[in-house]
């Protein structure tokens, strides 16, 4: 099936650095993939929409300027948090569906996500 | 909008016990999917089963059916037979047709199996 890879699986920084997360589409095309923040016992909140080749969408109420997403290929996504602070520690998932896959009967990939922690 | 409301936040269940876990959603959209996940303790989502607005019969997937009552905009998730493994986060989502991807989740609903 359809795999979705996230890296790193934990991260542990002191506060006012810039953290990197990636997410992988190993075995398909993804034109677009999604990245939600979790808190603990809450459900997945969907931050952004990453877009191939153009700017990401973001929802309303999150800082562009924080959270920066690139979709450089179309197998591959990053959001960088930037100048991180302990209010955004959290954990960060991505998704993604197979290029062509717009029915809605095709569910999203999810990679293992990402535990952050700022310090 | 889409809304999905999921008003169990945790349920028991014995071992080999059959389970329901609820799911009522809320939308304008004409055509749209359900579906629910499960999110162990480690964190990944893992895709359980999808069901269709215009879809005649409920969907099943081994041991997971969805109940899904259109008139009465739910989506029920059946779980039989539960083992101790079905121990995790259940999620039920929505998601708009044409755009698989953008899907609205509910809060959850954290299942424990008894042995």
């Known amino acids: 099936g359809a795999v979705v890879s996230q890296h790193p699986s934990w991260v542990i920084c002191k506060s006012g650095t810039s953290v990197k997360i990636e997410c992988r589409s190993l075995?398909?095309?993804?034109?677009?993939m999604f990245w939600y923040r979790q808190f603990p016992k809450q459900s997945l909140m969907l931050m952004a929409t990453?877009?191939?080749?153009?700017?990401?969408?973001?929802e309303q109420g999150v800082e562009k300027d924080k959270f920066l997403i690139n979709h450089a290929s179309l197998t591959l996504s990053t959001l960088t948090v930037t100048s991180a602070h302990p209010e955004d520690s959290s954990f960060y998932i991505c998704?993604?569906?197979?290029?062509?896959?717009?029915?809605?009967?095709?569910?999203?990939?999810f990679g293992d996500g990402t535990r952050l922690s700022i310090l | 909008a889409q809304k999905i409301t999921q008003t169990q936040p945790g349920m028991f269940v014995q071992e080999k016990e059959a389970v329901t876990l609820d799911c009522t959603y809320d939308?304008?959209?004409?055509?749209?999917?359900l579906f629910w996940y499960k999110q162990p303790s480690s964190g990944e989502m893992i895709f359980l089963i999808y069901?269709?607005?215009?879809?005649?019969q409920n969907a099943t997937e081994g041991r997971y059916s969805l109940n899904f009552q259109k008139a009465r905009k739910s989506a029920n998730l059946v779980i039989s037979a539960s083992q101790l493994g079905d121990s995790a986060m259940y999620f039920c989502a929505m998601s708009p047709r044409g755009n698989a991807g953008k899907s609205t989740f509910g809060d959850g609903t954290t299942l424990t199996v008894k042995p």
């Open positions: 939308t304008s959209d004409p055509s749209y999917g």
């Open positions: 075995d398909f095309q993804a034109t677009t």
């Open positions: 069901q269709g607005s215009y879809d005649q």
């Open positions: 998704s993604a569906s197979p290029t062509g896959g717009t029915r809605s009967n095709q569910p999203q990939h």
């Open positions: 990453s877009n191939e080749g153009s700017k990401a969408t973001y």
